[in-house]
Structure formats: C-alpha cells, structure tokens
T-cell receptor, first 113, second 113 residues
Framework: KQEVTQIPAALSVPEGENLVLNCSFTDSAIYNLQWFRQDPGKGLTSLLLIQSSQREQTSGRLNASLDKSSGRSTLYIAASQPGDSATYLCAVDPSGNDYKLSFGAGTTVTVRA | GAGVSQSPSNKVTEKGKDVELRCDPISGHTALYWYRQSLGQGLEFLIYFQGNSAPDKSGLPSDRFSAERTGGSVSTLTIQRTQQEDSAVYLC???????????FGPGTRLLVL
C-alpha cells in the first residue's frame, strides 16, 4: 500500500523567505504526483502535476521536483507572501492501472507579514 | 459549470439519521471520485465512477455508505444511520478521464452530533 508522508506538518516563516515543503512516498511505481493547496474551509486547488517521466514542473513562484527512485518530491515557493498561507497537500497517482490518489496529511504554512 | 460544485456546503445531523451529499462534476468529465478528509487525517478515497458505473467501491468504509451517479453527471453519496465517526469533509472530484488531472469541489462539511 502506498504511504505518503509530508514533513513538516506545520511551518511558519516571515514574508519573503523561500518555502521548502517535502513529500515522500513508499512505492516508486507512480503515474504522476500532484501538489494541491487547500485554504481553510475550501476544497483543493491543483498547483502542479509532475508526470513520472518528468523531473520538475514550474509555475510562477512555484517549482516542484520529483525523484522517483528515492520516493521524494519537493515543492519550492519563492519569495513567500502572506497569501501563500494555506495547507499544501501532495498526492501520488499510482501506476496506470489505478486512479486512486494517495494523499499526504499536508503541511500547514503560515507566512507572517 | 465552471467547476465542481457540491451541496450542501455544511450539514449538521443527529446520530442515526440518513444524509445525502451531492456532487455536480465539470461538464464533460466522465470520471468522478469521492474522498473523505477526517480531522487530522489525510484524504482517503471512497469510490470512483466511470460514467454511471462504479468499478471501484473499495474505499467505502461500511455498508452504510452508498453512492450513485445518473446521466453520467450528478452523483449522490448517501450515508445511512450516521455515526459520530462519519463527521468529516467529503470532497468530490472529477476528471476528463480516469488518469487525467482531478479537479476538486469545495467539499461538504458533515457534523454528526
């Protein structure tokens, strides 16, 4: 069974600092990995999706890397802003015969103004 | 519609009552998923629909849970004889196909007293 772990569980940084969020998974046979953002009382917003054949994806201040062999993904958020405060979830899509996403418990980020 | 919608947004019920949760997927999306997010836990998969068929019900926690989808569109998740441990956020997602990016709705927050 795929286990997805996110460390740390919570993170508080001053505005302007770069954020590094970690995600690890136990089974490297994945189809893709996705990072989501969840604001309090809201649903999930997809940030980045990395296919298993890719090493990284970038969108604006966000960059996500994927190392399948070591079972790790890292989400970098450059020059953090208070509006980046949210819970960030990573989800692994197992190999192509399965479509169920396996989620980590999330990292709750607070960016202090 | 523009995105996945869910209703109600919040539901408070008494233990033992039945509840119905509704999901309207993005128009044209053939795949639909239900997940549950319990307090302090990650999201867990409940059920997947392809069209009106549910090839995978493996995530439903007990026979009190059931779901249906009609017309390849709207889905209803029903919980019978609710228990306090059913309290959670129930999230619905849809995708163009089974291995495509999943788009999530805002969720229904269920509280069983």
């Amino acid at each position: 069974k795929q286990e997805v772990t996110q460390i740390p569980a919570a993170l508080s940084v001053p505005e302007g600092e770069n954020l590094v969020l970690n995600c690890s998974f136990t089974d490297s046979a994945i189809y893709n990995l996705q990072w989501f953002r969840q604001d309090p009382g809201k649903g999930l917003t997809s940030l980045l999706l990395i296919q298993s054949s890719q090493r990284e994806q970038t969108s604006g201040r966000l960059n996500a890397s994927l190392d399948k062999s070591s079972g790790r993904s890292t989400l970098y958020i450059a020059a953090s802003q208070p509006g980046d405060s949210a819970t960030y979830l990573c989800a692994v899509d197992p190999s192509g015969n399965d479509y169920k996403l396996s989620f980590g418990a999330g990292t709750t980020v607070t960016v202090r103004a | 519609g523009a995105g996945v919608s869910q209703s109600p947004s919040n539901k408070v019920t008494e233990k033992g009552k039945d509840v119905e949760l509704r999901c309207d997927p993005i128009s044209g999306h053939t795949a639909l998923y239900w997940y549950r997010q319990s307090l302090g836990q990650g999201l867990e998969f409940l059920i997947y629909f392809q069209g009106n068929s549910a090839p995978d019900k493996s995530g439903l926690p007990s026979d009190r849970f059931s779901a249906e989808r009609t017309g390849g569109s709207v889905s209803t998740l029903t919980i019978q004889r609710t228990q306090q441990e059913d309290s959670a956020v129930y999230l619905c997602a849809s995708s163009f196909g089974p291995f495509e990016t999943q788009y999530f709705g805002p969720g229904t927050r269920l509280l069983v007293l």
